[in-house]
């Protein structure tokens, strides 16, 4: 609430609260341009809240200074009209008295922090450092002290070129990344002097005459040889550009800069303000616990490098951001450069590629390959083997990256309807196109692994899980019989092919997965085993094996926390809490609900197929009220995902049960929707369709029209690909309803 006779109730304030934020962000024109955009009894209550917010020394003295002169004078300084205000300070032009020396600045009057000589105190020994802090990137301050009243102010350049954002726009990303780099280096300069800004965004940046990028508002930095932490009544920061520390009240460190660099490059990425959604007390307690989202979900530009880069700056915990602006400054140059990121390192294709990136031409052109020297006693005949076989290797990576490029550009050319006879071909006919040119080709067994395991994952992700298989099987056998059974490469083709559905069930599925767990051991090989694990505890899920689910999940997210990897920890969260239910334990919807979040934060967005995932699992933990809810919202984001595919048949089908007992109209109409997208996606007698037809046939069996349920049922039950599962289902509704059932 607001003192000094301004009376607001709770209502209205926490629907003023967003927009006092969103003017607090802004000063001068851009303030005022806000305001004009809202509606007039908004705007009239914002205005007056922000007179208060203002009204902490600074204006008021001005004005007793202005009835008393035209230009009123504040040390050796004369003020001009006002050129900027925040929720904190208030700029004015600034000419020296002394006109020979044609000085011109900006005078910021602070507010008198909480009110104490200890703040003043503070505040000149900040103003006594920061005038001897020089950096062509950093707004110079040469004046300063305390007017009469006890108010402290400064004098600092005066910048009149264009704020960072409205730069930002107009340029493009890379030029961009390049000015931020300058920013880090001015923010490191700043460190070495044991100077932190706290409050860096985009409204303390501005470039001036020359086109340079120039730091503001240093005059608000907290020394860390003052050896203070921060209290909460003494914060000084912007929310939505603040570290997780500074919203606790923990201590400042020079990595709280790093976590408001990583902010402006996110937001520079993608020119948006990070948490735009969020606002007051959500905003803050977003800020203190969840990790900001990549930038490549609001632009996908970022993906890999920008997006690496960015999630190390701003990590929750300081102990895993960049050490130093310059760290993060090295790592963007690295970034344009084409190098390597260390915020990547220890992924070795990913260094050997940007490796090969950076000297492709040379590799091209003949291998001009430079060997690294191991050890002083190597002989001369040792060094050229080593230079022999670096520059095969080099030239043999090249050749497959070749192939792979080829296969790639091949299919993408075989889906053009000019060279498919005017047809639109399917995902699964242009995969096995794919599959036939490698068989064809004369590519080496080990890529043609490689390749056949990257098609068989992509064949299963549409369904085709025959044809996953196949691609799968022979993977395995070619990367086996080059490599051997211990390669990564070998590995991973024997992780999908257990993820594919075999013929036996989930039991032989589950043993082949555990059987190749003792293969997955060590630091390169975690990623696989975590995924071998929550692969593992699915199928110990669908086996209602849920102590054994649990324990499984449990051990994947441990793994996939230690990686760092949010998206796949999310999901084994996500399996633990499931199984975690099932057994009656209470903290299992608390774990999908984190679960979910997390996947939130990650993805910016609801509409996320996984996160349908998740909710569908939410609908079996819920009320019959929430129940129905969630249920009808995965549908609306499998409908904007996939149209009319599998998945959102699997959806209505979901939605259609959730309704049985309420509205059985309704339910049947959805069910029937389901199976006949379903049979149009996969085909009308596939063994998914026929799980989806038995559910069908159960809801017509319970809502008084049992001959249509039988003759639904029996269609099930002759149907030979219907899984021996699904076939018994049937029988069970059937034998509900009519004991000779049992005899079909």
């Not at 927009?19 to 806000?34: K, P, Q, V």
């Not at 064949?459 to 196949?470: C, T």
């Not at 505890?537 to 324990?551: M, N, S, T």
């Not at 084994?572 to 774990?591: P, W």
């Amino acid at each position: 609430m607001v003192s000094s006779g301004l009376e607001i109730d709770k209502s209205t304030w926490e629907h003023l609260d967003a927009h006092l934020d969103a003017a607090l962000d802004r000063t001068g024109a851009a303030r005022e341009s806000y305001l004009e955009g809202l509606g007039p009894e908004d705007r009239a209550a914002l205005r007056e809240l922000l007179k208060h917010a203002d009204r902490s020394g600074p204006v008021e003295e001005l004005l007793m200074l202005t009835a008393a002169a035209s230009e009123p004078v504040i040390g050796s300084w004369r003020l001009g009209p006002e050129i900027g205000a925040g929720g904190m300070s208030t700029v004015y032009e600034a000419h020296h008295v002394d006109a020979s020396l044609d000085l011109r600045g900006a005078m910021k009057l602070l507010r008198g922090g909480p009110g104490t000589a200890h703040f003043v105190e503070r505040f000149q020994q900040e103003r006594d450092i920061l005038i001897g802090l020089r950096h062509p990137h950093i707004v110079g301050v040469f004046d300063g002290g305390t007017t009469a009243a006890g108010t402290p102010y400064y004098v600092m350049e005066r910048i009149e070129g264009p704020a960072w954002s409205e730069w930002c726009s107009a340029n493009p990303l890379r030029e961009r990344v390049r000015r931020l780099i300058q920013i880090c280096r001015a923010v490191d300069y700043a460190h070495q002097r044991l100077i932190v800004h706290c409050d860096l965004k985009p409204a303390n940046l501005l470039f001036d005459g020359e086109g340079e990028p120039r730091v503001l508002d240093f005059g608000i930095a907290k020394l860390l040889a003052l050896g203070e932490q921060t209290m909460t009544g003494q914060r000084m920061l912007t929310p939505r550009w603040s570290a997780p520390e500074q919203v606790s009240g923990a201590a400042v460190t020079t990595r709280t800069d790093v976590h408001a660099l990583g902010l402006l490059l996110w937001s520079t990425i993608t020119e948006r303000v990070p948490r735009e959604s969020l606002s007051g007390t959500a905003l803050l307690a977003d800020v203190g616990v969840r990790p900001l989202p990549a930038p490549s979900t609001v632009a996908s530009v970022a993906r890999g490098d920008l997006d690496a880069i960015v999630l190390r700056a701003t990590a929750l915990d300081p102990a895993h951001r960049y050490r130093s602006a310059a760290e993060l400054a090295d790592d963007l140059q690295r970034y344009l450069d084409g190098e390597a990121v260390i915020a990547r390192a220890g992924a070795r294709w990913y260094t050997f590629s940007r490796w090969l990136r950076s000297h492709r031409r040379s590799v091209l052109a003949g291998g001009v390959i430079i060997a690294l020297v191991i050890g002083w006693s190597i002989s001369t005949a040792a060094q050229n083997a080593q230079i022999a076989a670096e520059r095969d290797a080099a030239r043999q990576a090249a050749r497959r990256a070749k192939t792979s490029q080829e296969l790639l550009v091949g299919l993408l050319e075989s889906a053009d309807p000019a060279n498919a006879r005017g047809e639109s071909l399917t995902a699964r006919e242009v995969l096995d196109a794919g599959v036939r040119e490698l068989q064809i080709g004369s590519v080496d067994p080990d890529l043609r692994g490689e390749l056949l395991t990257v098609i068989g994952r992509v064949q299963l992700a549409v369904g085709d899980e025959e044809a996953a298989r196949a691609s799968l099987e022979e993977a395995r056998s070619l990367t086996l019989e080059a490599l051997g059974p211990d390669d990564r490469r070998t590995l991973e083709a024997s992780l999908q092919l257990c993820r594919t559905i075999h013929p036996e069930g989930d039991a032989a599925g589950l043993a082949r997965t555990l059987a190749l767990l003792p293969w997955l051991r060590g630091p390169d090989n975690a990623d696989l085993r975590a995924a071998a694990l929550l692969h593992a505890a699915e199928l110990h899920g669908d086996l209602k094996e849920f102590e054994l689910c649990r324990g499984r999940a449990e051990e994947a997210a441990a793994v996939y926390d230690e990686l760092g990897d949010v998206r796949h920890g999310a999901r084994a969260r996500a399996v633990q809490g499931f199984a975690a239910h099932r057994l009656g334990d209470e903290q299992g919807r608390e774990l999908l609900v984190r679960a979910l979040a997390d996947l939130e934060g990650l993805f910016g967005t609801r509409v996320h197929p996984e996160i349908a995932d998740m909710l569908h699992e939410l609908t079996m933990m819920s009320e019959a009220d929430d129940t129905v809810r969630i249920a009808r919202e995965v549908v609306e984001i499998r409908r904007t995902l996939d149209g009319g595919g599998w998945r959102t048949a699997v959806a209505l089908n979901n939605l259609g049960l959730a309704l049985e007992g309420s509205r059985p109209e309704e339910s049947l109409s959805l069910l029937r929707e389901g199976v006949a997208l379903a049979s149009e996606a996969l085909g009308a007698t596939h063994p998914r369709v026929e799980s989806l037809r038995v559910n069908l046939g159960a809801v017509h069996m319970t809502s008084g029209d049992p001959l249509e349920g039988e003759r639904v049922l029996r269609r099930v039950l002759d149907n030979p690909r219907a899984s021996a599962a699904t076939r018994e289902r049937a029988r069970v509704y059937l034998e509900r309803t009519t004991p000779a059932a049992a005899e079909g």
